[in-house]
Structure formats: structure tokens, C-alpha cells
């Protein structure tokens, strides 16, 4: 759904610039609170795993296919707040890497596809998981239907958008309906995507999934007749190997790799719902061509490598590496202004024995 430049005008670009940069400004204080010495890696892995699976279209119609949005995904596994800044990772390094989306865009794409992705669908999530039963299945359930939802309520805010905003004179009440009915379709990929990663990671690693903190139910007991809760035991503390994400960073690593190096070469070359719906109702009459469209890695392929495959393969290769190291960096930052911020709350006195 990465909007080009052209399709939506100056004043509401840059009205949707300010507004993705007042998000990503509130999503860095935020974040602080989400990232600790464990999630901090873990959320730049998120983002490389996000910009992996980006890559893989996946057909939902006939001549139109879809990718991940990632805002659920990553929502649910290291935090809302920080979930923002990972898909914002993401976008900007398609944008200015691999022309994948305008740079004008790009406050369109990042309130879009980071911010509205992540806000509903972890909306919904938390608001499921308080009904649901508190187990692991309830959580995954959960990120199903929140990821599911996302997607279209993405498609529906960017036909807001160009609403206000859009450069050709086209039928708004038909460009809502094709946008909101592919991408439904579109969110049934994104769900099973997000259930089945959040499920993988929550299977071995319940305590670095954001969303499934606090599932142990309390024990009832009854008193008098009543229910009340049961004394909570002091937790026994977790060996080092438990409580290492090196593993699970190393295999998620491992797996961006192989997605976006290899399996991306099968992905579906059909356009996506946004430029199918752009070609068949004429949003793309004004569209843009990138600047930087002649950049090494446009179109996620090697300049001078002639090889499809390879080609293909090193700009995935080339992407992950690149996202994951910018992400970590960020988040790393976050978590050390946070450290920072604690040492300067500490006062002489409070030190002094």
C-alpha cells in the first residue's frame, strides 16, 4: 500500500508529514517505557523480520496481490509505541533505499501504514485479550482478528485521504468500496502472518511477546462462599538460558534472511491492492516518478547484477541487513535515553549510604 508521489497533493502530504512526525516524537517517549535490555534488539529484529515479509506478495484476487503491513505484528510482539517506530523503519528505508514509496509520501505512508495499522489493531487486541480467556490461544486469536481489521481500516483512511487530498477526479464511493474489499482480503493474509509469528514466538518465548504479559490467571480460592484470589508465590527466577533472547534473535535473523534472499523470488509479480485499484479507477493519472528511481537498489533488485535471482536476492539480503542494524541502532538509543533519564532522576542523597 506504499503510496507514490503524485497521487496525493502538497498541502495534505505535508499536513500528514506533521502529523507522522508528532507520532514518531510521542512513539519515541513511549517507547522507553516498552524497551528493556531484551525487547530493544528484539524490536529492531521486528522491524528486518517486517521489511522481510514485505517482499513477499502473496495473490488474493485475481491480477492483484498483497504483502504485509506489519503494524499488528509488530504491535503485539514489542509494544504499540515502539511498533510505530519499527514500521516507520521500514518505510523509510523502502523509500529512500529502494524507491518504494514516494519521499514526498512518505508522511502519507508512515501515518497509513504505521500508525493507523498499529493504533487499531492494538486497540482491538487489548480490548479481545480483556474478554478472551487468559491463555496463549486467546493471544493469538486476538492477533488474528486485530491484524485482520487493520488492514482495511489502513485501505479506508488512505481513501480519506485522498478524498481531501487526491490529484485526479475519480469516483471517491467506488475507490473506498475496491480499496476497503481488496484489502479485507489483504488482511486475511496479514492475520495468518501475524497469528502464526506471534504463536512461534509465544510458544518459546511467552516473556518477550509485549502483548501476552500478565497471562497467568490467578488461582481462586473460596471463602465464606466467595471467590477471591489465591496469595500469589514469589516467582522463581528463570535460568540464563531462559532469559537469553540471543536465540530467538538469531533465528529470526536467519529467517528474515532466507525470506527476503530466497523465498522473495517467488513472491507474486501482480500490483498490489493500492496500484491495482490506482490502475483500474484512475488515481494514478498524476503519479510521480521517485527520485531516486535510478538508485542501485530500485525495484529491489542489484544495478549491473544481470541474474533476476540474485539480483533479487542481494537487495533482500542488502535490505534486512540494513533495517535491522538502523532499528537496533534506534531502539538501542531509546532504551539508553531511558537509562539515562533514571540516572538523572537519582538525586546525590538517594545514593548515600
Not at 517506530?85 to 523509500?95: E, G, I, K, N, P
Not at 532466507?258 to 498490489?272: C, E, M, Q
Not at 542494524?325 to 535515553?337: I, K, P
Request: aromatic share 6%; glycine share 10%.
Amino acid at each position: 500500500m506504499h503510496a507514490p508521489d503524485g497521487f496525493i497533493n502538497a498541502p495534505v502530504s505535508a499536513a500528514a508529514g506533521l502529523v507522522a512526525a508528532g507520532a514518531i516524537a510521542v512513539s519515541l517517549r513511549g517507547a522507553r517505557r516498552e524497551l528493556d535490555e531484551a525487547t530493544a534488539p528484539l524490536a529492531g529484529l521486528v522491524a528486518a523480520f517486517s521489511f522481510a515479509v514485505q517482499m513477499l506478495n502473496f495473490p488474493v484476487a485475481a491480477g492483484t496481490s498483497g504483502h504485509l503491513l506489519g503494524g499488528a505484528l509488530a504491535a503485539i510482539l514489542v509494544g504499540p509505541f515502539t511498533g510505530v517506530l519499527c514500521v516507520s523503519v521500514v518505510l523509510l528505508m523502502q523509500a529512500v533505499l529502494f524507491a518504494d514509496g514516494g519521499l514526498t509520501a512518505l508522511g502519507v505512508n508512515i501515518t497509513d501504514m504505521a500508525i493507523v495499522t498499529t493504533v487499531v489493531a492494538y486497540a482491538l487486541f487489548r480490548g479481545l485479550v480483556t474478554v478472551l480467556p487468559r491463555t496463549r490461544r486467546s493471544v493469538t486469536v486476538a492477533s488474528f482478528v486485530a491484524a485482520l481489521v487493520s488492514v482495511p481500516a489502513s485501505a479506508l483512511v488512505f481513501t480519506l485521504l485522498y478524498a481531501v487530498g487526491g490529484t485526479a477526479d475519480v469516483s471517491i464511493g467506488k475507490v473506498a468500496t475496491a480499496m476497503v474489499g481488496v484489502h479485507v482480503l489483504i488482511g486475511i493474509g496479514e492475520a495468518v502472518i501475524t497469528a502464526l509469528t506471534v504463536g512461534a514466538v509465544i510458544a518459546v518465548r511467552p516473556d518477550l511477546v509485549h502483548g501476552a504479559r500478565g497471562l497467568k490467571q490467578r488461582l481462586k480460592l473460596r471463602v465464606n462462599g466467595e471467590l477471591v484470589d489465591a496469595p500469589q508465590a514469589a516467582p522463581e527466577p528463570a535460568p540464563a538460558a531462559a532469559r537469553s533472547s540471543r536465540t530467538v534473535w538469531i533465528t529470526g535473523l536467519v529467517a528474515s534472511l532466507v525470506l527476503a534472499g530466497f523465498v522473495s523470488f517467488y513472491a507474486s509479480a501482480d500490483p498490489d491492492g493500492l496500484e491495482k485499484v490506482a490502475t483500474d479507477h484512475g488515481i494514478d493519472q498524476k503519479a510521480e516518478e521517485h527520485a531516486i528511481a535510478d538508485s542501485p537498489l530500485a525495484d529491489y533488485g542489484v544495478e549491473d547484477v544481470d541474474d533476476a535471482r540474485l539480483s533479487g536476492g542481494l537487495a533482500g539480503v542488502i535490505g534486512v541487513g540494513v533495517t535491522v542494524v538502523a532499528g537496533t541502532g534506534v531502539f538501542w538509543a531509546v532504551r539508553r535515553r531511558r537509562t539515562g533519564d533514571a540516572a538523572d532522576a537519582v538525586s546525590p542523597a538517594d545514593t548515600s549510604v
